[in-house]
């Protein structure tokens, strides 16, 4: 009976571990930087669905996600959408598929995921960490590596915003300073090698709106929970004092 009550407790330990919130890669307890995504941000979502169009759609997919439905919630115009968002197929009805043909669509022996419901499987705070944390490694193929996903077979394709890092000598101390919640280039133990076209900060803020539009295309419905649900409330509201003064009306010769 003890042991089973152990075994229980440890279970249950294990399934408290499993949903913490995201602030640690449970893989490889590297600390995430926290984003909070806001797919309500409409400029930072359009932004966002720009450059990953420019980016990232060469590899990867979002096939539960139509260009249509995408211009309509995203409030870009047909015309816009077709001149510069669709590089991978010309029907509006269609969903965003990736660029590449399937036979060549392997990086390394790994095939790019769909990255459809990114976001909502690994969390913003993760795929933001991912996006900020490439550095020089010369043991990959790629040439470059990533404490979130080590050993990833994406390359940095966005060196050339961002630049190239390396892993700073003092790694361990530069996480430390890290989790007091220093700035990314300083605290989270890289180095800047070489310069990109944008300064860290403008960094973080495409990366920012990335995650912000991918937070959108795994719910592209949420807004509109969202705004349905602040529609029920009020209705509720209103109907609780309807019902309050019809109460005291009807009660009002008993008292
Ligand atoms: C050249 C092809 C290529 C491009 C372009 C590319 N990726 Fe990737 N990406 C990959 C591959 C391959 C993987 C799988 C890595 C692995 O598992 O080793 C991957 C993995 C990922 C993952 C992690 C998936 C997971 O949960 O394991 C994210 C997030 C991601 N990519 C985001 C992006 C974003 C955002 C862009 C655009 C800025 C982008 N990628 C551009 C090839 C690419």
């Given amino acids: 009976m003890t042991r089973l009550i152990t075994r229980l407790a440890q279970v249950s330990a294990l399934a408290a571990v499993a949903l913490l919130p995201q602030a640690?890669?449970?893989?490889?307890?590297?600390?995430?930087?926290?984003?909070?995504?806001?797919?309500?941000?409409?400029?930072?979502?359009?932004?966002?669905?720009?450059?990953?169009?420019?980016?990232?759609?060469?590899?990867?997919?979002?096939?539960?996600?139509?260009y249509e439905r995408m211009g309509a919630d995203l409030k870009i115009p047909a015309d816009v959408l077709k001149q510069n968002l669709m590089f991978t197929s010309d029907k509006l009805g269609d969903q965003i598929k990736i660029a590449m043909p399937a036979a060549s669509g392997d990086w390394f022996g790994r095939v790019p995921p769909d990255l459809s419901l990114e976001t909502r499987a690994r969390g913003a705070d993760w795929v933001y960490t991912y996006l900020l944390s490439f550095y020089l490694d010369d043991t990959r193929p790629t040439g470059v590596n990533n404490p979130v996903l080590p050993g990833a077979s994406m390359p940095h394709v966005l060196w050339e915003l961002q630049g190239w890092q390396k892993k700073a000598e003092h790694a361990a101390e530069g996480a430390k300073e890290g989790e007091h919640g220093g700035g990314h280039h300083e605290g989270s133990g890289f180095e800047q090698v070489t310069k990109g076209s944008l300064t860290p900060a403008e960094y973080q803020a495409f990366v920012g709106d990335l995650v912000n539009f991918l937070d959108y295309a795994s719910e592209p419905g949420k807004q509109a929970r969202i705004s349905t649900g602040l529609k029920v409330m009020l209705y509720l509201f209103v109907l609780l004092g309807l019902t309050y003064l019809l109460k005291k009306e009807f009660w009002r010769d008993i008292h």
Avoid: D, E, I
Wanted: proline share 2%; glycine share 10%.
């Fill in 24 to 66: 640690v890669n449970a893989n490889t307890g590297v600390a995430l930087q926290h984003f909070s995504a806001n797919s309500g941000n409409l400029p930072s979502a359009q932004r966002g669905a720009r450059n990953f169009m420019a980016y990232c759609s060469g590899c990867h997919s979002l096939k539960y996600l139509r």
